[in-house]
């Protein structure tokens, strides 16, 4: 629908450069922030179409990678190999961006 923000869920740290870059463009998904996780992914997995994933080595389980609409990642420092490694292992179709490409990602 035109004018509607992508769904983005966010694995890491909440940085203020990161966020303020993400928020004005995106719905934004605070997987750390959820006391549920399991509930959490859940309740939102089929609307994401983009994983950012900054500062962290939070693991997630590898069935959440099947969210049906997903089109890519972006890592950010050390959240970048584990989260690729899962995501090409099992959805090989999904682009993986690293560093300062999440420009690409919300445009």
């Known amino acids: 629908m035109a004018g509607e923000k992508p769904d983005v869920l966010l694995v890491g740290a909440r940085k203020p450069v990161l966020i303020g870059g993400l928020e004005p463009k995106v719905t934004l998904h605070d997987y750390l922030a959820a006391k549920d996780k399991d509930a959490f992914i859940r309740s939102v997995g089929d609307k994401m179409r983009v994983i950012v994933v900054a500062y962290t080595n939070e693991r997630i389980s590898p069935e ?44």
């Open 64 to 107: 959440y990678w099947l969210f049906p609409k997903l089109e890519q990642t972006s890592c950010f420092d050390s959240g970048r190999n584990h989260v690729n490694a899962e995501i090409k292992l099992h959805i090989p179709s999904v682009t993986s961006y690293c560093a300062g490409s999440i420009r690409q990602a919300v445009s």
